[in-house]
């Protein structure tokens, strides 16, 4: 399940969204907005915005005009110029504007690239594109693995975004298994021997996922995604975000957004700190998301792309590209990668900080209902839920917290 399916429902509604709140002809919010939503503008006012980091995005196919939509997207905001570095080590196919999901894929890639922008724009970020379309099962999982490995055995940089998945149920047969073992593998090395941060959506289907390779049919059952269900992995789930009549936001569930339980992964050490009523939802089991951003497509940023034009940041694969950014100022704060993150987020959000640290969402659930398939989802609560997580960040309290508890852990 590659997140792109959702573009097409963007675009078609964009017409209803432009007066929104947005700058000018583009939709959404503007790159001040999303900084001031998530904390950010104090830190970003103080000269850290991701300077000498390196975000990296995995993607299929990628976009031929991700250059000049970016320069657009810049230019539009009066954000700083950024040259991409875009690379095709597995090799290019041809775009094919005919192909709908290469299209979706321009949009996902435009979307990846100008959020982690917009939140931090003096980091560098390289783009490395597979020519094969990820769906489900273990289509594209091979190549995107491969890319992957390229960037951490090439240092090309310390966090990296990944915005797309694949249902669990597609992945319980045989080859499935031995797919996600070598990722296991990789996660676990790249974070613990490397430095390397990364990040996953947790899925825009709710509490369910898709069935069936062609990802047409959703499981009548609640249903994880790979690669956010990776232990190893932050899970970004989702939130429709709102500005207030006084200029605060506020957040409610995403009713899209992937949470649940893993299928595949043991509970890890690191939620064993969730209290005792959330112990009894984990049995055991890998808990998500972790945190979350913006995904509602109806409460994102306005970006562009020269297929769409302007359109509105949607689904959990916004929440990486926020968080990648995010952790490249923290990685800036601390002149070292902070590598892996999920100790330190469970230890600031079971703590006394977690109130300043994190915006707590407690309203919304992720039930999914339509088409015949009817699944019942979660409720967002005080702390922690299988929907957001922790919550969204506050990031001038959150960053500089998350520093200290990293080196805390030792990590």
Request: glycine fraction near 12%.
């Amino acid at each position: 399940m590659h997140f792109p399916k959702r573009w097409l429902f963007v675009v078609v509604t964009m017409p209803l969204l432009l007066a929104a709140c947005g700058s000018g002809d583009a939709p959404g919010y503007t790159p001040e907005q999303m900084r001031a939503a998530y904390g950010v503008t104090a830190l970003y006012d103080k000269g850290f915005r991701g300077k000498g980091q390196t975000v990296v995005v995995i993607d299929s196919f990628g976009s031929p005009t991700l250059q000049q939509d970016m320069d657009t997207f810049n230019q539009h905001y009066g954000l700083p110029a950024i040259t991409l570095k875009i690379l095709a080590p597995l090799g290019t196919k041809p775009y094919d504007s005919n192909n709908k999901e290469m299209r979706g894929w321009v949009g996902e890639t435009s979307e990846d690239v100008e959020l982690i922008h917009a939140i931090a724009p003096d980091a560098a970020i390289t783009v490395l594109t597979s020519p094969v379309d990820e769906t489900e099962g273990t289509i594209g999982l091979p190549e995107f693995l491969r890319l992957e490995q390229y960037a951490v055995s090439r240092q090309l940089g310390s966090i990296i975004s990944q915005s797309w998945g694949a249902s669990e149920y597609t992945l319980k047969d045989s080859a499935g298994q031995q797919e996600i073992q070598r990722w296991d593998a990789f996660f676990q090395q790249a974070t613990t021997q490397k430095g390397i941060t990364f990040f996953a959506g947790s899925g825009d289907e709710g509490a369910t996922d898709y069935a069936d390779l062609n990802a047409t049919q959703l499981v009548s059952q609640p249903t994880s995604s790979f690669p956010n269900d990776n232990p190893w992995v932050t899970s970004v789930g989702g939130t429709t975000l709102n500005q207030n009549n006084d200029s605060t936001f506020s957040e409610t569930a995403w009713n899209g957004s992937g949470g649940g339980f893993s299928a595949f992964y043991a509970e890890p050490d690191y939620q064993q700190l969730l209290p005792a009523a959330v112990q009894s939802q984990l049995n055991n089991r890998r808990g998500l998301p972790d945190i979350s951003a913006a995904a509602d497509p109806d409460t994102g940023l306005g970006a562009y792309n020269a297929v769409d034009g302007w359109f509105i940041t949607s689904g959990t694969s916004a929440g990486g590209p926020v968080w990648s950014a995010l952790t490249a100022i923290a990685n800036q704060m601390a002149g070292r990668p902070l590598g892996f993150l999920n100790p330190a987020l469970y230890k600031l959000g079971t703590s006394a900080n977690a109130a300043r640290d994190f915006r707590d969402i407690t309203s919304g659930e992720n039930s999914y209902a339509s088409g015949g398939v009817s699944v019942t989802g979660y409720p967002a609560v005080a702390g922690w839920d299988p929907v957001t997580g922790f919550g969204t960040p506050n990031a001038e309290k959150l960053l500089p917290d998350l520093i200290a508890a990293v080196g805390a852990a030792g990590a």
